[in-house]
């Protein structure tokens, strides 16, 4: 889902081969729902780059309830610590 942005087939497709990577290595997750959700905080009233938010939550099967999100001027760069940082 995309927040405050508009929606990119790129950035769907970044974020689709990132969870069929993580899918890969824990096929657990085969199981589970991966919602996905990219933020751009963009403030009229301040001055200054964008910052874009990606956040992944898992639902369901035994990694239930796992939570990621980080930050970053540059959407990919918040896209592929998000899911670096997942276990």
């Not at 942005?5 to 589970?32: D, I, M, N, Q, W």
């Not at 964008?50 to 898992?58: E, G, P, T």
Request: no cysteine; proline share 6%.
């Amino acid at each position: 889902r995309f927040r405050n942005l508009e929606k990119s087939e790129f950035l769907s497709g970044s974020v689709t081969e990132r969870a069929s990577r993580l899918v890969e290595k824990f096929p657990e997750l085969r199981e589970s729902r991966i919602e996905v959700v990219i933020d751009m905080d963009n403030s009229p009233a301040q001055p200054g780059p964008d910052l874009f938010r990606v956040r992944v939550q898992i639902h369901g099967g035994k990694y239930d309830r796992v939570l990621m999100m980080k930050e970053s001027e540059n959407v990919y760069l918040a896209i592929a610590e998000t899911f670096d940082a997942l276990p």
